[in-house]
């Protein structure tokens, strides 16, 4: 269970780098391996490597994320976590995220893909 704690750990400090506190970009840097590729929901995004999603953090606005699930698991050298998260920015949708993890000099992310569900309307 260790191996698998420590992934959802990483996962959620991702996230928290999303908001840009002191130190954020090196502290990425490090988490994401040198290979990293990431898919995001909007499919007008392109796919980004690591320095692409650092500069695209960089040009947004830190919004606050909110986990309100998460499942890992590990086997050998590759983890997984997946994870639903809600922003307070959009309230109309969830936001399913899958990451793998590969053991290289501690657990790095190798790739991240982000898909958006809208969330159902209520009659009226």
Request: aromatic letters at 8%; one cysteine or more; glycine letters at 4%.
């Amino acid at each position: 269970m260790v191996d698998e704690d420590e992934i959802l750990k990483l996962n959620r400090r991702t996230f928290e780098l999303e908001a840009k506190p002191d130190n954020w970009e090196a502290e990425l840097r490090h988490i994401l391996t040198d290979d990293f590729v990431i898919r995001r929901s909007n499919p007008r995004v392109p796919t980004q490597d690591r320095e692409a999603i650092i500069g695209f953090i960089a040009a947004q606005e830190p919004a606050e994320r909110y986990i309100s699930s998460e499942l890992a698991w590990t086997g050998g050298d590759s983890g997984v976590v997946v994870c639903t998260i809600t922003l307070r920015t959009i309230p109309d949708a969830i936001f399913h995220n899958v990451k793998v993890f590969v053991r290289a000099e501690g657990w790095k992310c190798r790739y991240w893909q982000v898909t958006r569900e809208d969330k159902p309307q209520a009659n009226q």
